[in-house]
């Protein structure tokens, strides 16, 4: 089994529509678990931890399921802005990336 | 917000030659990190240090790589005799504590291109 392993789209979604990413992990002794975005060839800027209990920020919610290894990130009523790449990745100290998935949001 | 610094934004070296990039971390951040990303593939940990120490390297950093903390703010890399495959965004990043309190915040790159 593949350390992290995202789907790597592309998602073409409509504007305003509802869009979710799965990432699944397999190193279930991780502590900490992070969504970040990248632009095409810009750095990785940090969306959001994620969770035990689930968060929220805005339009943005993350879940961590440890039972099945994997984290979630739910993005509603999505905005031209949101399309980039959604990077999982979790660590205790390093962090281990997933590929990404690719967003796009379609006016 | 502070942010991380990376200089130069793009280096263009000859193969074999030695580089050295830079990163100036978030002031009050003690733990840092260097990653790459080769074009159209994911970003890879090369190596965290702490305390003017390596805490844990990947396999890709080899004798090649170095890095080092030459004062109170810069953390460098170093690649001794650069390859064509070293060719990637190098991304230095910083957090305040341990990964498992605080996320790290990435510098905006370097791009290397070894010729």
């Known amino acids: 089994r593949k350390e992290v392993e995202q789907d790597p789209g592309p998602f073409n979604v409509p504007e305003g529509a509802t869009v979710a990413f799965n990432c699944t992990y397999s190193n279930s002794a991780s502590q900490s678990f992070f969504w970040y975005r990248q632009d095409c060839r810009k750095e990785p800027k940090l969306l959001m931890s994620v969770y035990s209990s689930g968060n929220e920020d805005g339009r943005f919610t993350a879940q961590l399921n440890r039972a099945s290894q994997y984290i979630s990130l739910l993005i509603r009523d999505s905005k031209l802005s949101d399309s980039a790449t959604y990077l999982c990745s979790f660590g205790n100290e390093k962090l281990t990336f997933g590929t990404g998935t690719r967003l796009t949001i379609i006016p | 917000e502070p942010e991380v610094t990376q200089t130069p934004s793009h280096q263009v070296t000859q193969m074999g030659q030695e580089v050295i990039l830079r990163c100036v971390p978030i002031?009050?951040?003690?733990?840092f990190y260097w990653y790459r990303q080769i074009l159209g593939q994911k970003v890879e940990f090369l190596v965290s240090?702490?305390?003017?120490?390596?805490?844990?390297k990947s396999e890709i950093f080899d004798d090649q790589f170095s890095v080092e903390r030459p004062d109170g703010s810069n953390f460098t890399l170093k690649i001794r005799s650069t390859k064509l495959e070293d060719s990637a965004m190098y991304f230095c990043a910083s957090s305040h504590e341990g990964v498992w309190n605080q996320p790290q915040h990435f510098g905006d790159g370097t791009r290397l291109s070894i010729l």
């Open positions: 002031s009050n951040h003690l733990y």
């Open positions: 240090f702490y305390n003017n120490e390596i805490s844990e």
